[in-house]
């Protein structure tokens, strides 16, 4: 034919499947069974869970939201609604309460739907608020009890919109630099931002005072550099003090809450961690989830106690009484520093008062002298201090020149 004259020819064929929703059962704990697939031909970008109404939500690449429902009696979910809500723009997040759903798009709009009826609740688009036209929505979270909405962009941005009218009103935007936010989460009274290559603590404050919101802290790592890495997810257990992150190496980081520094780095996917998920409850918890860029849905078991996940802190004795040299005194220091983060020194209370190290014997000297032998961890005696007159026998002498004659 005609086409042999040009050689080898080559043909692009688009996959008949790009994306897929599965569901399992956790049969005893440790294995799954798959109990129900949908494949589509778009990509699957996103999903929600409601748990009392048993709904799932799907955000697809083509702007559409599917909605199943799976009642606990068969497991089965059926689909109930499709909602085309971002107008061909892939949708980039979606967060649900049990009364509504909010949804954010590429085309930079928001969009919250009533659960119940399925109307269109509020929205519109923060074109107008992001730092320049390649900018776009990242994540967000849903506080439906004081109708807000907190959007992360990938400018760095967090835009904080008073969702109880329509449209929406701007309430605050917080600004934490020039990364994209990659996930949010709220751990009691603070909100834990996932941007860099680490997560930033900011106050959680309540409604009408959000320009009280001020950054915290950071949680980072040191393995994990911010030119190498960037930090995609992030998870909190806060009956155990705990913070999770995922990053781009596949590598998930665990911070204990007072302390800046990972307190483990687990090398969890051979790809980017693109989702943790902490559940405490039985028959699932106490467990860590991770999904990855490399398709495998990973489950850490964290048994044990809070005081098993905790590094080991050196006690110094201090006035007689047993303190910790790296206690709660030192987590106190957590957004006191002039530059809002996490500060790892030593306080002078926990390292004796003196100016001497935790690790020193004090002999009598600092805080714990008058005390006796309290103030020194060595002695074994109840006078840290002897007269060299007590140790004085009688056959010795007051000579200078015994140690003189002794070479002679």
């Known amino acids: 034919t005609h086409l ?9 064929v688009e996959p008949d499947e790009l994306g ?14 798959r109990l129900f697939s949908h494949t589509y031909g778009i990509k ?26 799976a009642p606990s009696t068969t497991e089965q979910p059926s689909k109930k609604a499709s909602l085309d809500l971002h107008h061909k723009s892939p949708v980039t ?30 929205g519109g688009r923060l074109m107008k608020r992001l730092r ?31 969702i109880s009218r329509n449209p929406p009103n701007f309430l605050h935007t917080v600004q934490l630099g020039s990364k994209p936010i990659s996930k949010m989460c709220v751990s009691k009274d603070r909100l834990l931002v996932a941007t860099g290559a680490g997560v930033i603590a900011v106050s959680y404050e309540e409604k009408g005072k959000e320009e009280r919101m001020s950054k915290l802290g950071r949680y980072s790592g040191k ?15 806060p009956e155990r003090d705990l913070i999770f992150g995922g990053f781009s190496d596949g ?39 991770t999904a990855g860029g490399d398709g495998k849905t990973s489950t850490w078991l964290l048994s044990g106690s809070v005081e098993d996940y905790v590094f080991w802190s050196p006690q110094a004795l201090i006035g007689g009484a047993l303190t910790e040299s790296f206690g709660s005194v030192g987590a106190q220091v957590i957004g006191s520093s002039s530059d809002g983060l996490l500060d790892d020194t030593v306080p002078a209370a926990a390292s004796g008062g003196g100016g001497f190290d935790a690790f020193e014997p004090t002999f009598g000297v600092g805080a714990g002298a008058g005390g006796g032998a309290g103030s020194d961890v060595f002695t074994l005696s109840t006078n840290a201090r002897s007269d060299p007159r007590v140790l004085k026998g009688a056959d010795d002498s007051d000579s200078e020149d015994d140690i003189v004659n002794a070479f002679k």
């Open 223 to 237: 393995q994990l550099i911010d030119d190498e890495v960037s930090i995609l997810s992030v998870a909190s257990a």
């Open 251 to 289: 590598t998930v980081a665990i911070w204990l809450g007072q302390q800046q520094e990972a307190l483990i780095a687990l090398a969890a996917h051979s790809d980017s961690v693109t989702q943790v998920a902490w559940v405490e409850e039985a028959p699932w918890g106490p467990a860590l989830f």
């Open 93 to 122: 997040h979606l967060s649900v309460s049990p009364r509504r759903l909010l949804s954010l798009g590429f085309d930079t709009a928001v969009r919250v739907i009533d659960i119940a009826t399925q109307n269109l609740l509020c």
């Open 20 to 33: 897929a929703l599965h569901l399992w059962a956790s049969l005893d704990g440790t294995s799954f069974k």
């Open 132 to 162: 320049s036209e390649a900018d776009y929505l990242t994540c967000g979270i849903l506080d439906d009890e004081q109708d807000r909405a907190f959007i992360g962009t990938s400018g760095g941005d967090i835009f904080v919109l008073d």
């Open 44 to 69: 699957a970008r996103c999903l929600a869970w409601e748990e009392r109404s048993r709904h799932l939500f799907v955000g697809l690449e083509d702007g559409k939201i599917e909605i199943y429902h």
């Open 4 to 12: 042999l004259r040009l050689g080898r020819v080559w043909s692009v």
